[in-house]
């Protein structure tokens, strides 16, 4: 038994709390179009930080999303994103928010959080809506590989939304094999039913929901002060609608 604790040891010792954080498309700490239940800069006690991003998308039609994130006090974020849609009028606006709550305070293994946003969507006829949700994430090792997977469980609301639609996507953030890449390629995937906005999105949800996939590769990842990552993702992976995008965050602690 002595020696089955001691092994239990070595292994909670050889996987330390080390999950890099990044922004989605939206500007969220999150996964490819998810949020997670981390902060941006998380763990590094930083009372302000902030990042920037761009985002371009093509799935038979171009779309440039930039964003901002500004997190503070290692506990809270908000910010927001625009999403320009090639040859249209249709520009959205979302604005959003998160406060993990659990651990209040350092970096857990586990984490949860609350968020939401407000959505401009300039469609025709425009409309807004607004989505609540619950995030939960857990880092673990994957084949030897630290993976943070996350659950989100939430509710866009509006004039236009069904009543009895639940939000919903999972997925997970991989230190791809770290012993060829020394942390500097992480492996994104989830699942959702819904996109980061409720209409108009690259992300293209619909009714099969949809399965993304990408690669990010946090270039400055050894600076404690300065971030800089470059993402490469295939979105909607698995139906006939599927798309690419590339985009870039840059940011730093204040």
Partial sequence: MKKVLRVLLIVAVAAPLSAYTSTNIAGQ???ISTPTARINWEGTNSNAAMTAGYNYFYNGSGYNVPHLNIALFDRVEVGGAFNAAEGTNNNDLLIHSKCRFSPWSGRGNSALAVGGSYQNLN???SY???????AATYEAVFFGMEADTSVVV??????????????F???FDLNFFPGVFNGYVRWL?????????????PTRAG???????GFRVPVLKSLNNVKFDVTMKMTDALDDERGFGIGFVFGGRL
């Fill in 189 to 201: 995937n989830e699942i959702a039913n819904y996109d980061f906005l409720y209409g108009n999105a």
């Fill in 154 to 167: 939430g509710k866009t609301l509006g004039s236009i939304t069904r009543t009895g639609d639940i939000d």
């Fill in 207 to 213: 009714t099969r929901g949809t399965f993304h996939t």
């Fill in 128 to 134: 807004s809506v607004g989505q609540a949700y619950l």
């Fill in 169 to 171: 996507s999972m997925g």
């Fill in 123 to 125: 469609s025709s006829p």
């Fill in 29 to 31: 700490t999150g996964l």
